[in-house]
């Protein structure tokens, strides 16, 4: 019997491959799970929120297919961001909005644009569907303690031009960086569709751009429960957009692609104090562990750290064994961190905020790791 055949874009796909489950990695190092310190997926480091314990403890129904349409968590979102109901749609992860805009809006002969590095599932689920993903690399720029990727705006606005929908993680996954509204203008004035993954906005001092969209016809904002709301097990997102778009990928989404304890967790986890409390007291942590962060580059020079605006701190290093030497000192102490393999990111290491005492300890391993000559 002849071998089956993928189709052919397939045939050189290089799978995404998602966080390793905690007890295989407590297996791995025989240690307790709760010795981890999970600093390698941008999740919430803190318990989950009582509220959306209680709602999952009292869900009955679930023989029940969910609501397809997810109204009673609109009508809170739309009612939270002052915005019209018919501007939102509600997606397992925001991710699945990628997936679904891609399908809707991409032939094969058209092209995405993103920038580079960014989040790694918008090439992934271009390839997926055999379309060209366009990336325009971002320089790296390095000034004392400190290092940013800056993309030269003009030629991203000219690839625009030539490109169908324009993705941009705003702020950006590697590094936290936020692009303009100066520039985000300039793009929505194009004929382009325009997409801003918005997953890590609430840690971030820049406004959402989310009151745009009822003045743009070519804006979309992705948002997601994953990071800020601690529910990123339970994958619920949100996209804020025209109704037309909105009304396209409602009729080419599966009907029940969120599910009732997702759904009734965001709804949750929207009414909990303690959110913002939480928000902040990462804000704060964060701020805390690039000051310390700045002490250690002071002695040891040979890093750059990334100013961030979301809940993980970039580290740009002056030679690529550094951070790999260091992903295994961190991993065989329990500490997992984002070692990344692909050529133009091989000098990086990405570390999410956790709590206080761990990213305390974090710091406490680094200088020992430097004071070891690595
Ligand atoms: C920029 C960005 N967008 C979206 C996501 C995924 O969000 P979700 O869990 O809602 O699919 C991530 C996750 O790491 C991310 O970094």
Same mark, same amino acid.
């Given at each position: 019997?002849?071998?089956?055949?993928?189709?052919?874009?397939?045939?050189?796909?290089?799978?995404?491959?998602?966080?390793?489950? +905690?007890?295989?990695?407590?297996?791995?190092?025989?240690?307790?799970?709760?010795?981890?310190?999970? #600093?390698?997926?941008?999740?919430?480091?803190?318990?989950?929120?009582?509220?959306? #314990?209680?709602? @999952?403890?009292?869900?009955? *129904?679930?023989?029940?297919?969910?609501?397809? @349409?997810?109204?009673?968590?609109?009508?809170?979102?739309?009612?939270?961001?002052?915005?019209?109901?018919?501007?939102?749609?509600?997606?397992?992860?925001?991710?699945?909005?990628?997936? #679904?805009?891609?399908?809707?809006?991409?032939?094969?002969?058209?092209?995405? +644009? &993103?920038?580079?590095?960014? $989040?790694?599932?918008?090439?992934?689920?271009?390839?997926?569907?055999?379309?060209? %993903?366009?990336?325009?690399?971002?320089?790296?720029?390095?000034?004392?303690?400190?290092?940013?990727?800056?993309?030269?705006?003009?030629?991203?606005?000219?690839?625009?031009?030539?490109?169908?929908?324009?993705?941009?993680?705003?702020?950006? %996954?590697?590094?936290?960086?936020?692009?303009?509204?100066? $520039?985000?203008?300039?793009?929505?004035?194009?004929?382009? @569709?325009?997409?801003?993954?918005?997953? !890590?906005?609430?840690?971030?001092?820049?406004?959402?751009?989310?009151?745009?969209?009822?003045?743009?016809?070519? #804006?979309?904002?992705?948002?997601? $429960?994953?990071?800020? !709301?601690?529910?990123?097990?339970?994958?619920?997102?949100?996209?804020?957009?025209?109704?037309?778009?909105?009304?396209?990928?409602?009729?080419?989404?599966?009907?029940?692609?969120?599910?009732?304890?997702?759904?009734?967790?965001?709804?949750?986890?929207? &009414?909990?104090?303690?959110?913002?409390?939480?928000?902040?007291?990462?804000?704060?942590?964060?701020?805390?562990?690039?000051?310390?962060?700045?002490?250690?580059?002071?002695?040891?020079?040979?890093?750059?750290?990334?100013?961030?605006?979301?809940? !993980?701190?970039?580290?740009?290093?002056?030679?690529?064994?550094?951070?790999?030497?260091?992903?295994?000192? $961190?991993?065989?102490?329990?500490?997992?961190?984002? !070692?990344? &393999?692909?050529?133009?990111?091989? *000098?990086?290491?990405?570390? &999410?905020?956790?709590?206080?005492?761990?990213?305390?300890?974090?710091?406490?391993?680094?200088?020992?790791?430097?004071?070891?000559?690595?």
């Amino acid at each position: 019997m002849p071998k089956i055949k993928t189709v052919e874009h397939l045939n050189s796909i290089e799978s995404y491959d998602g966080v390793k489950p +905690l007890d295989a990695i407590a297996a791995e190092l025989n240690i307790p799970v709760s010795k981890i310190i999970k #600093l390698d997926g941008n999740e919430n480091p803190y318990d989950p929120l009582p509220e959306v #314990l209680a709602a @999952l403890s009292s869900l009955k *129904n679930i023989g029940h297919y969910p609501d397809p @349409l997810c109204l009673n968590l609109i009508e809170l979102l739309a009612k939270k961001e002052n915005l019209d109901a018919n501007n939102f749609i509600i997606s397992s992860g925001s991710d699945e909005l990628i997936e #679904l805009l891609i399908k809707a809006y991409i032939n094969p002969s058209n092209s995405i +644009l &993103s920038f580079s590095p960014t $989040f790694g599932m918008i090439s992934f689920l271009a390839q997926v569907q055999g379309i060209k %993903n366009i990336s325009v690399s971002q320089q790296l720029l390095k000034k004392e303690s400190f290092a940013r990727y800056i993309l030269d705006e003009d030629q991203f606005l000219d690839e625009a031009k030539r490109s169908k929908i324009v993705f941009i993680a705003r702020p950006n %996954n590697p590094d936290g960086n936020v692009v303009s509204e100066k $520039f985000i203008k300039r793009l929505v004035s194009l004929p382009v @569709l325009v997409v801003i993954d918005e997953a !890590y906005v609430e840690f971030s001092d820049f406004q959402s751009l989310a009151k745009w969209v009822p003045q743009h016809e070519n #804006l979309v904002v992705l948002r997601t $429960f994953s990071k800020a !709301y601690g529910l990123g097990g339970l994958r619920v997102g949100y996209g804020i957009m025209p109704n037309d778009i909105r009304k396209v990928l409602v009729s080419i989404k599966q009907p029940y692609n969120v599910n009732i304890a997702g759904q009734r967790a965001a709804i949750a986890a929207l &009414s909990s104090p303690l959110v913002d409390q939480r928000i902040k007291e990462m804000k704060k942590t964060r701020d805390w562990f690039i000051n310390q962060l700045k002490m250690v580059q002071k002695q040891y020079k040979n890093f750059w750290i990334h100013p961030s605006e979301a809940c !993980y701190v970039l580290l740009t290093f002056e030679s690529p064994d550094i951070p790999k030497k260091l992903y295994t000192n $961190f991993y065989s102490k329990g500490i997992l961190v984002r !070692y990344y &393999s692909s050529s133009d990111m091989i *000098n990086n290491l990405r570390i &999410s905020i956790g709590l206080k005492e761990n990213m305390v300890k974090v710091i406490a391993e680094f200088k020992l790791f430097l004071k070891g000559g690595n």
